[in-house]
């Protein structure tokens, strides 16, 4: 707690007493996750994207819908998207068919499950992490904010010990302790920003979906 | 905590990661100013003396009064040589003589002096040892009285030591002390002249004093103390308010002369 003491950000945190040192590993931890999961994100919901844009394509272009469901389940990569839905909703349309003999209505709400169902697990990987990241933007803070407080009690518990206390004396303590704070909003700012974002994409892409699975159902229902 | 179509983006998404906390933290070491500036206090020493200062006047004087005699003396040797016109060649040597003989005089009286001083000086050392003695052996009431005759001696002694060095000196500064005192006096009764509200005073002349404590930047030390009050307590409050208001007072900036306005008796005339 000397004046002489350099102001360097790494004697700053080697400073600081071990609860706050703490408290900079685990909201370095989580921005480094949130980070990670924030490209990772970026780089699936934009892949998801263009993945459905060229599905709509070439199912709005008018081919047959036998030769487009081959092409889908030709490739070894599982399809994914727009394309998982499609193809389990036309396999389960497929499959009641060859049974023969079944009320349309039945068919119809078969393969409609089937949609249902593989929307539901596309839906859910799209939305994987996001609560990680929005727990971090809401939590983090407060992680940064306990750190600083710890930090400032015990400089001004050091503080009591002196008989003169100049401010030179609490102010290594409290810049210490509110690197804290700032690692904390470092952390949460991007991850609050990102969640934002990818709900916003998610749910403008299962919109698509859903209206896609109306639009296939109609032109399931006109061809059996 | 990845889920299978993800792997594939996990690798460059880490390097990315890692890439924007080095780039923060790359940032926050450049643009900020780590190393906090500690500008030099300046720190004033204060000694506290028990007695006024005894050294300093005889280091100080004695200098100035050797050089004055030359000066006097030169004129007088002058014109002696001028008288013998004829004789060309020969002036210059009286004049070289006259100046080894004013030389040779100044060395003379340098000496002199110097020997009186040391005389004196080895006096009262050496009565300072024989009291010094006569403490260790520390008998009778009779020596005692000599002692005290002797110490005496020696203040005596030692005083005009004092005496002789800084007599004259110290006459002519206290002499130029009081006009820049009076001076000073004057710039902080005319600033503050300047910002009481007259018309709180009447039309009299009403005499305040106040006794008004200065710090050395020219800010008062406290609030000022009223002596003698002008007779209305709105016009001592103007008068008041009008000192603190004119902070900073104007201050000499010789630290001795400083010394006189540390706490000062202003009397003061608002109608003057």
């Not at chain 1, 003169?164 to 804290?180: F, K, R, Y």
């Not at chain 1, 949460?188 to 209206?211: G, K, Q, T």
């Amino acid at each position: 707690m000397n004046a002489e003491n350099d102001m360097s950000l790494l004697s700053l945190i080697s400073g600081a007493s071990l609860p706050v040192q703490l408290v900079m590993l685990i909201l370095l931890m989580t921005s480094l996750f949130s980070w990670w999961y924030i490209f990772i994100k970026v780089a699936t919901i934009k892949r998801a994207e263009t993945e459905s844009e060229d599905f709509e394509n070439k199912f709005w272009s008018g081919g047959d819908l036998n030769k487009l469901y081959e092409s889908v389940t030709a490739g070894r990569r599982k399809p994914q998207g727009m394309a998982s839905i499609f193809e389990a909703g036309f396999k389960e349309f497929i499959r009641h068919k060859q049974q023969g003999r079944m009320e349309v209505s039945d068919v119809m709400e078969g393969s409609r499950r089937a949609m249902r169902a593989a929307y539901n697990r596309e839906l859910d990987d799209l939305d994987a992490h996001l609560p990680f990241l929005a727990s971090v933007g809401s939590v983090s803070p407060y992680i940064g904010l306990f750190g600083t407080v710890w930090g400032i009690m015990n400089s001004f518990r050091g503080l009591s010990s002196v008989a003169q206390a100049t401010l030179s004396q609490v102010a290594p303590g409290i810049a210490e302790a509110l690197i804290a704070t700032a690692i904390g909003l470092f952390a949460a700012i991007p991850a609050v920003i990102a969640y934002n974002r990818f709900a916003s994409s998610v749910d403008r892409l299962s919109v698509r979906y859903e209206s896609f699975m109306e639009e296939f159902t109609n032109i399931l229902q006109r061809k059996s | 905590m990845l889920r299978k179509h993800e792997n594939t983006d996990s690798w460059k998404a880490g390097g990315l990661a890692i890439a924007v906390h080095v780039l923060l933290l790359g940032a926050m070491l450049v643009s900020f100013n780590w190393k906090a500036a500690h500008p030099v206090l300046n720190v004033t020493e204060v000694e506290l003396w028990d007695k006024l200062p005894a050294a300093k006047p005889v280091l100080q004087p004695q200098p100035k009064p050797e050089p004055k005699p030359v000066i006097e003396e030169k004129p007088e040797p002058k014109p002696e040589p001028k008288p013998i016109v004829e004789e060309k060649p020969e002036p210059e040597q009286p004049k070289v003589d006259i100046a080894l003989e004013n030389k040779k005089k100044k060395l003379e009286q340098q000496a002199k002096i110097e020997l009186e001083k040391n005389k004196k000086a080895e006096l009262a050392k050496k009565i300072a040892q024989q009291i010094r003695e006569e403490d260790l052996q520390n008998n009778k009431a009779a020596e005692k009285q000599a002692k005290l005759d002797r110490e005496k001696a020696l203040n005596k002694l030692q005083q005009d030591l004092l005496n002789e060095n800084s007599g004259a000196d110290t006459k002519t500064a206290s002499a130029a002390n009081a006009s820049i005192i009076g001076e000073y006096t004057e710039k902080i009764k005319a600033k503050i002249r300047g910002n009481v509200n007259k018309t709180l005073c009447g039309d009299g002349n009403p005499e305040l004093r106040f006794d008004i404590g200065l710090l050395p930047t020219g800010e008062l030390s406290g609030p000022p103390k009223l002596v003698k009050s002008s007779g209305s307590a709105a016009c001592d409050d103007a008068v008041e308010r009008a000192i603190t208001a004119s902070q900073p007072l104007p201050l000499p900036t010789d630290p001795a002369i400083y010394a006189k306005f540390r706490s000062l008796n202003l009397r003061f005339k608002p109608n003057e």
